[in-house]
């Protein structure tokens, strides 16, 4: 199928944040990426990026939904929550049931939804922790997507996306090459015509030293999370003061 009007909503994922582009921060991202993927399936296609780093799902859906329906998309990508399951005590059903609103939303004006179920942070110390409650949103979502005829990347159940070297440095965004595989595993939901190799997991990484491993999750904790708490505890956003990177539908 041909899209003619691609529109982006979400957090930081759909941002592109872990994937810069030439400029000061200038990020891609898969959703850019997915973007150029269908103009060069379907001759073009206009695209516009409404995400913006650390939004909450209600925060996606207030400030978001509303400016992407008026632009009258015939695709939408709507992949939000995450955000809410790092809180302690998210509840994934009542996430679930705004979401389902939102995609009947979009069904309605006539647009086509593709939703992305979160990755399993198994392998991720304190993150790790959420996987309960992400794994109970992921159910709805494909729930959610059967009963009103969305697309779902599963990222759930890619074995590849498990691999350190596709993340940024931070483990909580995909990192340039995790992103192209991204956009090019939604192009395959999607119908598109793609290259199947980014199916493929790289080859094992070198075990690195105990010593290594324990000072590289010290430097983590110290970098990543301490800030991530601060702003928690201060009721700041990494995403304050920010803006749509691409606000209006251009071609690709």
Excluded: C
Aim: hydrophobic share 45%.
């Amino acid at each position: 199928m041909a899209w003619q009007r691609y529109v982006a909503i979400g957090d930081s994922f759909t941002e592109g944040v872990g994937d810069p582009g030439t400029g000061p921060d200038e990020l891609v991202g898969w959703a850019d990426r997915l973007a150029g993927h269908l103009a060069a399936a379907g001759g073009g296609v206009e695209y516009a990026n409404l995400a913006v780093r650390g939004r909450l799902l209600q925060q996606v859906l207030d400030e978001q939904l509303p400016v992407a329906l008026e632009l009258a998309p015939d695709l939408v990508s709507l992949v939000a929550g995450g955000n809410d399951l790092l809180r302690p005590g998210a509840d994934p059903d009542a996430l679930a049931v705004a979401m389902e609103a939102a995609v009947v939303q979009l069904r309605t004006a006539g647009a086509d939804v593709l939703l992305a179920t979160g990755v399993d942070p198994r392998q991720t110390p304190l993150i790790g922790r959420t996987r309960g409650r992400s794994a109970v949103y992921n159910a709805h979502l494909w729930s959610i997507a059967a009963r009103q005829g969305a697309y779902v990347l599963d990222q759930w159940g890619a074995t590849w996306v498990q691999d350190a070297r596709m993340w940024d440095v931070d483990r909580l965004h995909l990192g340039s090459e995790g992103h192209r595989r991204t956009a090019l595993a939604a192009a395959a939901v999607l119908g598109v015509d793609v290259d199947p190799g980014w199916a493929v997991p790289l080859d094992p990484a070198p075990v690195l030293p105990r010593r290594e491993r324990i000072a590289g999750e010290v430097a983590w904790v110290r970098s990543f999370v301490v800030p991530w708490v601060g702003r928690r505890v201060r009721g700041r956003s990494s995403g304050d003061g920010r803006t749509a990177k691409r606000p209006v539908p251009t071609p690709v």
